[in-house]
């Protein structure tokens, strides 16, 4: 099992950035990928995308691609959601989530860290 930490939320204006960093403790060799995700008031928890620990692959859903960027540092075992060109839209609390080899769903979340554009 692994113990993730997300830090780096805040308030910021519309068009800002703001860098998300989630901490990985645990077993790291036993990671298959990690999801960033994000749930807004009285909305459902969103995928916002996700990355292969080992390969580095990245997948973005479409209401963030070109604006997002998502990365690892292995060797820090860390990992990072930048975001560019932020809408008030994208006002939410934000979660790192880790999904272990041989399993089919993330299950291990993060606390999460909250996430205010204003207009």
């Known amino acids: 099992q692994v113990q993730l930490a997300e830090s780096g939320g805040g308030l910021v204006q519309a068009g800002g950035s703001l860098r998300l960093s989630c901490a990985i403790s645990?077993?790291?060799?036993?990671?298959?990928?990690l999801g960033w995700f994000r749930q807004a008031p009285g909305k459902e928890r969103e995928l916002v995308g996700r990355i292969i620990w080992s390969g580095g692959g990245t997948y973005y859903a479409d209401s963030v691609k070109g604006r997002f960027t998502i990365s690892r540092a292995s060797a820090k075992n860390s990992m990072y959601l930048q975001m560019d060109s932020l809408k008030p839209e994208d006002t939410a609390v934000y979660y790192c989530?880790?999904?272990?080899?041989?399993?089919?769903?993330?299950?291990?979340w993060g606390q999460g860290t909250h996430v205010t554009v204003s207009s």
């Open positions: 645990g077993r790291t060799s036993s990671l298959s990928m």
């Open positions: 989530a880790s999904r272990m080899l041989g399993r089919s769903a993330y299950d291990t």
